[in-house]
């Protein structure tokens, strides 16, 4: 990899809505350009700030958020990183997931029948769901991106659209480093790498298809959003996946 380009996922962990959840959104930097790769749960800013620092990176350098789609994990923070931003960030997505990261529809797995059954969950549970429906995380998208469009920063950085978890879900490849930053198309858990979680994909076989598509790139490493690094022979794994799903 390019001497002063960088990328590290970054561990953010958190008590939330009764349980402990970890993701793990990914940092890519060189002398130019800081970027995130989505932006975690409402309220997560100063865990961001901290795990920026643990990498050497100060908040008030990031220039431009990809957003790779709207589910709350993945939105919340947004608005927080552009109020707090010294200078103007670049928020970037596609035009599928543009309105719900722009708070213009209701986000997806937000769905009438859960909006219902939300007065069945325990109260810590479902007071802060209510309230993010009255008040949805919502930023402007600055930048539309498509699929299989290179952006030419921190050595080249490659859009994948990945559909099935959401309808706009997208994937992002970092050419310097040969990482995978999966999004949700695929998760890792204990240790290995694993296709869509068929309990949060709106259309569990288009998820399934996506990973075909991966199998064209020469991948190293793997980011799942959650579950984190994976780099135990990935172009092999990713193949038997494809072959299995």
């Known amino acids: 990899m390019n001497t002063g380009i960088g990328i590290e996922a970054l561990e953010i962990s958190a008590h939330l809505m ?21 932006t975690g749960y409402p309220g997560q800013l100063p865990l961001f700030k901290e795990a920026f620092e643990r990498v050497g990176k100060s908040l008030q350098t990031l220039s431009k958020i990809i957003i790779t789609h709207h589910d709350l994990d ?7 990183f552009v109020a707090h ?19 213009e529809r209701r986000i997806m797995k937000f769905t009438d029948e859960v909006v219902a ?29 498509a699929d299989g469009e290179i952006l030419p920063y921190c050595g080249g950085i490659i ?5 099935g978890h959401t309808p706009g879900h997208f ?13 949700d198309a695929m998760v890792v858990e204990n ?6 979680d068929p309990r949060y994909s709106i259309d569990l076989a288009q998820a ?30 990713i193949a038997e996946l494809a072959a299995q799903l």
């Open 191 to 196: 240790g290995q790498l694993l296709g869509p």
């Open 171 to 183: 994937s992002v490849y970092h050419q310097a480093s040969k990482t995978l930053i999966a999004g």
């Open 74 to 80: 993945h939105i919340g923070g947004l608005p927080s």
């Open 208 to 237: 399934n298809a996506s990973i075909q598509k991966l199998t064209s790139y020469d991948i190293t490493r793997v980011i799942a959003y959650h579950g984190g690094l994976f780099e135990n022979n990935v172009n092999q794994r």
């Open 18 to 38: 009764g349980e402990q959840r970890i993701i793990y959104p990914t940092l890519i930097w060189d002398d130019n350009e800081t970027i995130l790769i989505d």
């Open 117 to 145: 059954s939300m007065d069945s969950w325990p109260p810590e549970r479902a007071l802060p769901f209510k309230r993010l429906l009255a008040n949805p995380p919502a930023a402007p998208v600055n930048t539309l991106v």
């Open 85 to 103: 931003a010294e200078a103007p960030i670049e928020v970037i997505s596609n035009a599928i997931e543009k309105p719900y990261i722009q708070g």
């Open 159 to 163: 859009i994948i659209n990945t559909p």
